[in-house]
């Protein structure tokens, strides 16, 4: 589908002659979509499966991909501290505490973990946009000393939800033989 209608799955497409916000947006919902179906309907046993010899999970792409989405806008952009979910984190002890302890939740937990940050980037998002548009730069520079933009976070979480989507499409296939892009 092409002309930005909603897709199988609950994904939108995004627009294919959209501005420029309006198409990165569109291809970072459609990612975050694309995870929801991978998750959709599992409980916790399939939610745990891990494929030969890896040890990604779904529940773990949950939780890593709610860290993501607080990390890059809340704490990198806007230089703001961690919220309740990460806040107590001893990221020295485990730096993968998000991938290690999504065993722990609940497939509730989990999705409202994930769906919770994805809202809140939303709303960060869309004040960010306000002040400065997308060649604001982030508060946090990198550890190699560059400040990303707006424009370049979201390209990155774009990259890093279709890189995730990937082992996702893989393990949900082995789980219940459930394919699709």
Known sequence: MTDG??????RVEPPPAGD???VLTGFLDYQRATLAWKTRGLDAEGLGVTV???TVTLGGL???????EEMWLSRRLLGR???PAFADVDWDDDPDWEWHSAADDTPEQLRALWSGAVERS???LAEAVADG???RLAAASSPDGTTPSLRWIL???IEEYARHNGHADLIREWIDGEVGE
Do not use: M, N, P, T
């Open 5 to 10: 209608g909603q897709g199988e799955h609950d």
């Open 20 to 22: 420029e916000l309006a």
């Open 52 to 54: 030969a010899a890896s």
């Open 62 to 68: 949950l939780k890593h991909l709610a860290f993501v």
């Open 81 to 83: 501290d961690w919220g």
């Open 122 to 124: 939303r709303v960060i």
């Open 133 to 135: 548009g997308l060649d």
């Open 155 to 157: 390209v990155h979480r």
